[in-house]
C-alpha cells in the first residue's frame, strides 16, 4: 500500500493554458474523489467515481473542467482555458467502496498556480 | 444546502492543556460526521467519525460527540502534546450522497 499518488506536485501556468493532472489511488480502491481546496478553507467536492463511472459532479465543476477514470484505476483532472480563479491545491481521495461513511484516503494534492 | 461551521482559529496552547474545537452544522436528513486532521507536510487522514446521534467518535486521545439536538460534533482532547499541531477539518457526509462538506479549518499549535 503506497498511499494515493498524485502528479504532478506543483504546476505553474499562464491563464489560457490547459493542465492535466493525474491520481493513482490505493489499488483495488473503487471509489476515487477529486476535491479542491484554496488558502484558508476546507475541500470543496469536485467529482466522484465508482470504478470508471463518475456519479456525482459539483456545481463547482465548469465545462472547462472534465474528469476521466479510463479503467477504474488512475484518474485524470483537466482544466482548460485556465483562470486565475483555478489556483487552488487539487486534491485526490480513494476509498474501498464498503460504504458511504468508509473513510478517504487523501493524497498529498497538486498545487495549481495561474499566472 | 448542507454546511459546517468550525471555531475560528489559529488556537494556540501549552502542552498538557485541555482543547475543544467547537463544529456545528446544517444538514437535512441524517448526515455522518467526521473529524479529519492534516499534519504539517502531510495529507488529510480522518481522525475520528461518528454515524447516528449519540454516537461517540474516539481516536489518539481526541473525542467528539454527534449532538442532534444542536447539531454539534465538538472535538475535544483532554491533554494536548506538541505533535497534535495540525489542521482540524470538521466534515459532514449528507444522507445519500458521496461527497463530503468541509468546515474551514482550525489550526492548532501546542507549544512546549
Known amino acids: 500500500d503506497t498511499g494515493v499518488s498524485q502528479d504532478p506536485r506543483h504546476k505553474i501556468t499562464k491563464r489560457g493554458q490547459n493542465v492535466t493532472f493525474r491520481c493513482d489511488p490505493i489499488s483495488e480502491h473503487n471509489r476515487l474523489y477529486w476535491y479542491r481546496q484554496t488558502l484558508g478553507q476546507g475541500p470543496e467536492f469536485l467529482t466522484y467515481?465508482?470504478?470508471?463511472?463518475?456519479?456525482?459532479k459539483s456545481r463547482l465543476l465548469s465545462d472547462r473542467f472534465s474528469a476521466e477514470r479510463p479503467k477504474g484505476s488512475f484518474s485524470t483532472l483537466e482544466i482548460q482555458r485556465t483562470e486565475q480563479g483555478d489556483s487552488a491545491m487539487y486534491l485526490c481521495?480513494?476509498?474501498?467502496?464498503?460504504?458511504?461513511?468508509?473513510?478517504?484516503?487523501f493524497g498529498s494534492g497538486t498545487q495549481l498556480s495561474v499566472l | 444546502g448542507n454546511s459546517v461551521t468550525q471555531m475560528e482559529g489559529p488556537v494556540t496552547l501549552s502542552e498538557e492543556a485541555f482543547l475543544t474545537i467547537n463544529c456545528t452544522y446544517t444538514a437535512t436528513g441524517y448526515p455522518s460526521l467526521f473529524w479529519y486532521v492534516q499534519y504539517p507536510g502531510e495529507g488529510l487522514q480522518l481522525l475520528l467519525k461518528a454515524t447516528k446521534a449519540d454516537d461517540k467518535g474516539s481516536n489518539k486521545g481526541f473525542e467528539a460527540t454527534y449532538r442532534k439536538e444542536t447539531t454539534s460534533f465538538h472535538l475535544e482532547k483532554g491533554s494536548v502534546q506538541v505533535s497534535d499541531s495540525a489542521v482540524y477539518f470538521c466534515a459532514l457526509n449528507g444522507a445519500g450522497s458521496y461527497q463530503l462538506t468541509f468546515g474551514k479549518g482550525t489550526k492548532l499549535s501546542v507549544i512546549p
Open positions: 481521495a480513494s476509498s474501498p467502496g464498503q460504504g458511504r461513511d468508509e473513510k478517504l484516503f
Open positions: 467515481f465508482q470504478n470508471e463511472a463518475q456519479l456525482e
